[in-house]
């Protein structure tokens, strides 16, 4: 079985510092692994993912993440974070062994980053 | 139309009733999810169709619950006799190709309250 961790539910940042999202996660063999951002009243949107290869992901709008395997972890991360960051986040897996298309996501952190 | 596209957005039905949620996927993709977010959660996957072939239905969480997409296009996600518990946000995805690794394009999202 697949499945995510985010372990925060809420994350406070000052703007211009840098943020950190948690996500580990627990397969049965090599994960894919994805984040997406919720905005309100909007749908999903993809920001990054994690294939092979770098283990130093860059995404859309500034944003990276660390693929750790001895950790199983696949933290967000953004060097200075912006108010219209605020947002709900997603982290998601695909196992490769399994042959499932399905994505499971965690249940979310909300990021909160105050002017 | 460029992005994915759900209706009706709000749905308010009566404990016992049937409701169809309708998706247009972007055109040419072949692969389509459906996922249910309760409130607080993370999506949890329903099914998968490649094109026009519903590949994986392992998530639908009773017989109640028949998607279809006869086309390869249009999908259309159906609950018979609504409970109360059914009551969240429908979200389908599309895909641009059947792997492993490609990002999911959301629509809003179709929300469902069962009273």
């Known amino acids: 079985a697949q499945s995510v961790a985010q372990p925060e539910d809420q994350v406070n940042v000052a703007e211009g510092n840098p943020l950190t999202v948690k996500c580990t996660y627990s397969v049965s063999g090599n994960p894919y692994l994805f984040w997406y951002v919720q905005y309100p009243n909007r749908g999903l949107q993809f920001l990054l993912k994690?294939?092979?290869?770098?283990?130093l992901v860059k995404g859309s709008y500034g944003f990276e993440a660390e693929f750790n395997k001895s950790q199983t972890s696949f933290h967000l991360k953004k060097p200075s974070a912006l108010v219209s960051d605020s947002a709900l986040y997603f982290c998601?897996?695909?196992?490769?062994?399994?042959?499932?298309?399905?994505?499971?996501f965690g249940s979310g952190t909300r990021l909160q980053v105050q002017p | 139309g460029a992005g994915v596209s759900q209706s009706p957005r709000y749905k308010v039905a009566k404990r016992g009733q049937d409701v169809a949620l309708r998706c247009d996927p972007i055109?040419?993709?072949?692969?389509l999810f459906w996922y249910q977010q309760a409130l607080g959660q993370g999506p949890e996957f329903l099914t998968y169709f490649q094109n026009e072939a519903q590949l994986d239905k392992s998530g639908l969480p009773s017989d109640r619950f028949f998607a279809e997409r006869p086309e390869g296009s249009v999908s259309t996600l159906k609950i018979q006799r609504t409970q109360q518990e059914d009551s969240a946000v429908y979200l389908c995805?599309?895909?641009?190709?059947?792997?492993?690794?490609?990002?999911?394009?959301f629509g809003e999202g179709s929300r469902l309250t069962v009273l």
């Open positions: 994690y294939i092979t290869g770098d283990n």
């Open positions: 998601a897996v695909r196992d490769q062994g399994t042959g499932r298309r399905a994505l499971t």
């Open positions: 055109s040419g993709h072949v692969s």
């Open positions: 995805a599309s895909s641009q190709l059947a792997g492993y690794t490609g990002e999911l394009f």
